[in-house]
């Protein structure tokens, strides 16, 4: 157990729909990141917040956004979903900028799985 | 970007046999180089890692090597065992780079043969 957690494990929707992810960081980790894998792309990098404030982007669609609350929760938010967004949506955390300098070892949740029908 | 290529997609090996997972990458920038597993329906779990100032890390069965002239790596996994069966995905990082996403090779799925 890695320490993070994900939630729904899995959510079917269905075209046109708009749905939130939501991911707790392990405990003390200021960082959070997103990530999708498919089939055909793999896994991929979409967007990191740290400490409330998004840090960087990866391929991350226009129809994605993200944040982080003051709890450090952060949420996935995915709209106007097309079949092509189906895949598995995994956070990760890290301690990085949180203490003495990490090289950013990432710790991943169970992820969510996301059908669009 | 960089641009992380894995070798190979599949790989099946005897029970007790070594196994062998190479990576390439193109950032002559990057400097962290995490190794995960990922079993069916779970995360990808961190296994190893290297940085770029080191070029050998064992921990326990496990090793990674770093060529950074070459810029390639390699996990090293001895003595297989079936609880090894899994995707292994290499990854690369440039650490300060301002970006601290991972880039992940493709994956491969060892299958360790009784």
């Known amino acids: 157990d890695s320490g993070v957690t994900q939630t729904p494990k899995h959510l079917i929707t269905a075209t046109g729909q708009r749905v939130t992810l939501r991911c707790s960081p392990r405990s003390g980790d200021l960082s959070v990141y997103w990530y999708q894998q498919s089939l055909d792309q793999g896994l991929q990098f979409l967007i990191q917040?740290?400490?409330?404030?998004?840090?960087a982007k990866g391929n991350i669609l226009e129809r994605f956004s993200a944040q982080q609350f003051p709890d450090l929760h952060s949420e996935l938010n995915l709209s106007s979903l097309e079949l092509g967004d189906s895949a598995l949506y995994f956070c990760?955390?890290?301690?990085?900028?949180?203490?003495?300098?990490?090289?950013?070892?990432?710790?991943f949740g169970p992820g969510t799985r996301l059908t669009v029908l | 970007g960089e641009n992380v290529e894995q070798h190979p997609s599949t790989l099946s090996v005897q029970e007790g046999d070594s196994a062998v997972i190479k990576c390439t990458y193109s950032?002559?920038?990057?400097?962290?180089f995490p190794w995960y597993k990922q079993e069916l329906g779970k995360g990808p779990q961190l296994i190893i890692d290297i940085r770029s100032n080191v070029g050998e890390k064992k921990d326990q069965r496990i090793a990674v090597t770093l060529n950074k002239t070459a810029k390639h790596f390699s996990l090293h996994i001895t003595e297989t065992q079936p609880e090894d069966s899994a995707v292994y995905f290499c990854?690369?990082?440039?650490?300060?780079?301002?970006?601290?996403?991972?880039?992940f090779g493709k994956g491969t799925h060892l299958i360790i043969q009784p």
């Open positions: 917040y740290y400490n409330g404030e998004e840090r």
């Open positions: 950032d002559s920038a990057s400097n962290y």
């Open positions: 990760a955390s890290s301690s990085r900028g949180s203490g003495p300098v990490s090289y950013n070892e990432q710790f």
């Open positions: 990854a690369a990082l440039v650490v300060g780079g301002g970006a601290d996403g991972l880039t």
